[in-house]
Nanobody
Framework: QVQLVESGGGLVQAGGSLRLSCAASGRTFSTYAMGWFRQAPGKEREVVAAISWSGGSTYYSDSVKGRFTISRDNAKNTVYLQMNSLKPEDAAVYYC??????????????????WGQGTQVTVSS
C-alpha cells in the first residue's frame, strides 16, 4: 500500500514556475514508477510526465516537453514536478500516481494503482 500526498500548487502568472511535490508513505515507494497527471474542468485526465523507479527513464507529453521536469528522491520517498514557462492552458488539478512499471506508467491512467488527492495549479494570463 502506498499513500500519496501532493503539495506545491497555487496561483502563478503565465511564464512563471512552480514545483510540485508528492510525498509517499510506505517502504516500497522506490519499487514503483511514478507519474504526474492533470485534469482541467471538462477535460479528461492526462499523463504529463512519468519516471521509472530508478529515475533513469522519463516520459513527457508533447504539451509539456521542454518546460516540465520530473524527478524523484527515493531516500525521501518524494517525486517532484518542476514546471517552468507556465501557460494558462497548464491550469488544472495535478495528481501524482504510482504504477508497477515504467511501461505501464506511460500508457495512461489504467496502469496506475495508487493516486494522490490532487493539488490545484492556476495560471493567470
Amino acid at each position: 500500500q502506498v499513500q500519496l500526498v501532493e503539495s506545491g500548487g497555487g496561483l502563478v502568472q503565465a511564464g512563471g514556475s512552480l514545483r510540485l511535490s508528492c510525498a509517499a508513505s510506505g517502504r516500497t515507494f522506490s519499487t514503483y514508477a511514478m507519474g504526474w497527471f492533470r485534469q482541467a474542468p471538462g477535460k479528461e485526465r492526462e499523463v504529463v510526465a512519468a519516471i521509472s523507479w530508478s529515475g533513469g527513464s522519463t516520459y513527457y507529453s508533447d504539451s509539456v516537453k521542454g518546460r516540465f521536469t520530473i524527478s524523484r528522491d527515493n531516500a525521501k520517498n518524494t517525486v517532484y514536478l518542476q514546471m517552468n514557462s507556465l501557460k494558462p492552458e497548464d491550469a488544472a488539478v495535478y495528481y501524482c500516481a504510482a504504477a508497477s512499471s515504467f511501461r505501464a506508467a506511460t500508457r495512461g491512467s489504467e496502469g496506475y494503482h495508487y493516486w494522490g488527492q490532487g493539488t490545484q495549479v492556476t495560471v493567470s494570463s
